[in-house]
């Protein structure tokens, strides 16, 4: 891997650029690696690269069906934040927080990570006394949450209609200041340049058709590619997590729904921090090109094909106008869907299947972008040491039978 | 959008259903008897297919009734609408 630094970059420039080696290998797969992962998105690759850099296992794949960050890591709204409500996922994603705070450093590729603030709207006395609550959860657990006024807000994000005479006015919001957005396919990317430069083989367009066992043990995987051998498989395989455990005959809580958003045409800076509004549900941020990018919520019914339907994002447009009237009259770029997998308690799985040697991480629903480098670095724990980290201990299958169940629908901010 | 036909109102907009879920998840019929693993198959554990799927809507802007339906979930394609309390029709065509 060739580093970025002020000087290999001034160096290339002379070169207009065009000298650049490629920043990482597309290898044939081997017959056996010591981990498989199946999934390149941003979840399977940081897992890949946290197995390397803090296990010394550097005898992996990762494994894509399709092309690297292709997935839900292309099509999630960039909001990184760690405001939720139980002590358990306050410690995952504000573990996840603070790896977000070095990872470009961390991986020499710079994620664009920017620490602009996140806005929780509070429309209903019903959302401030659960939002106040889940603020006040925030700061015993060390993650900084502010309670802004309506004219606290105003200062923060003057476009915002404050006015009461909406038909649900903004009461109040919860804000932390250290959330932001992060630049999604870099994410991938970094990820994917510098396990590759630790020995991980990155593998495109090589779906798993099948899960091998022996014995209550995982023994392998079988591809397009061919059969490879594995003494581990994690699965991180976001929508498609039901899909893959059936292959070992393991049935999950997790349904598949398509989650939607859209852009904007691109226009001048107008919001320097990001709003969501769970109960009237719009969530927004400006990218730096200028373009709006707008969340809607979860579709009803369970889909593969990575599209939903129209009213749903119809009602987005309706909070937007209603939170923004200035906005009303811009013009939408693009809309897309991904397919999230959600659990019942809008909680992630992330640890040991009932077969030796296979480990799932899915089940982050509608918002596992923010959990990327935190997902995988646990993950990683999980697969070196073949047991959870105190992090992700209690989030277990096996939670859906014992009862003690995370529920973060309040903070999950998108409705499902 | 979906258009869906209630089995009693005649084919509508999605916008006047909520889906439901998986269909034929029957509660058992004594529950006290269970043990934990097979309450929490029940209550939690859905199939998730990608393909056919059978499911139940609610027309709730209109009769207000349940039904259940087969869908394709990776074309959305509806195959077959049936009344509550019906079996799932033997669909032997190929769905797509």
Redesign the interface.
């Known amino acids: 891997m060739k580093r970025f630094s002020f000087w290999s970059v001034a160096r290339n420039a002379l070169s207009s650029h065009t000298h650049w080696p490629r920043q990482w290998r597309s290898p044939e797969p081997r017959p056996a690696y010591d981990v498989i992962i199946v999934g390149g998105g941003g979840h399977g690759l940081a897992t890949a690269y946290y197995l390397a850099k803090e296990h010394g296992i550097t005898n992996v794949a990762v494994l894509e069906k399709g092309w690297l960050g292709g997935g839900n890591t292309a099509r999630n709204t960039t909001i990184v934040r760690s405001n939720y409500l139980w002590d358990e996922s306050a410690a995952l994603y504000e573990h996840s927080l603070k790896l977000w705070e070095g990872l470009s450093r961390d991986l020499n590729y710079n994620v664009m990570f920017s620490q602009r603030g996140v806005m929780n709207l509070c429309h209903t006395l019903g959302d401030v006394r659960a939002s106040r609550r889940r603020s006040e959860a925030n700061r015993l657990n060390g993650v900084d949450s502010e309670w802004l006024e309506p004219a606290d807000i105003k200062k923060i994000c003057p476009i915002l209609n404050l006015s009461p005479s909406l038909r649900y006015p903004v009461m109040g919001a919860t804000f932390q200041p250290r959330g932001g957005v992060a630049r999604h396919d870099a994410v991938a990317w970094g990820f994917a340049r510098a396990a590759d430069a630790r020995g991980v083989d990155i593998i495109q367009n090589c779906e798993v058709t099948g899960l091998r066992r022996e014995g209550g043990r995982i023994i392998g995987v079988d591809t397009t590619r061919g059969p490879i051998d594995a003494k581990k498989v994690g699965i991180v395989a976001a929508g498609h997590s039901s899909v893959l455990a059936e292959m070992a005959g393991i049935r999950l809580p997790i349904q598949s729904h398509p989650l939607q958003a859209l852009v904007s045409e691109p226009i001048k800076p107008v919001l320097d921090t990001v709003i969501m509004s769970s109960a009237i549900h719009v969530y927004l941020s400006q990218s730096d090109k200028g373009e709006l990018v707008i969340g809607a919520g979860a579709d009803g019914y369970n889909s593969y094909a990575q599209r939903g339907s129209f009213h749903v994002i119809e009602e987005q447009m309706a909070a937007l106008c209603e939170l923004f009237p200035t906005l009303g009259r811009l013009r939408m770029l693009r809309s897309w869907g991904g397919i999230v997998d959600i659990c019942p308690d809008a909680s992630p799985i992330i640890g040991k299947m009932p077969v030796d040697g296979l480990y799932l991480n899915g089940g982050w629903g509608t918002g596992g972008f923010k959990a990327t480098p935190g997902s995988g670095w646990v993950f990683a724990w999980t697969i070196a040491k073949d047991a959870p980290h105190p992090i992700n201990a209690p989030f277990t299958l096996d939670r859906f039978t014992t009862g003690a169940l995370i529920a973060e629908h309040g903070a999950a901010a998108v409705a499902h | 959008?979906?258009l869906i036909t209630c089995p009693w109102c005649g084919a509508r907009d999605?916008?006047e259903f909520?889906?439901g879920?998986e269909a034929h998840i029957v509660r058992p019929e004594q529950p006290d008897q269970l043990d934990?693993?097979a309450w929490?198959?029940y209550?939690?554990?859905?199939?998730?297919?990608?393909g056919r799927?059978a499911?139940r809507w609610v027309h709730s802007a209109g009769c207000r009734r349940w039904f259940n339906v087969i869908?394709d979930?990776?074309?959305?394609r509806i195959l077959a609408v049936y009344k509550a309390g019906e079996p799932a029709p033997d669909l032997a065509e190929p769905s797509s």
């Open positions: 959008m979906l999605e916008t909520h889906c879920g934990d693993a929490a198959d209550l939690f554990m859905r199939g998730n297919p990608k799927y499911e869908r979930t990776t074309s959305h």
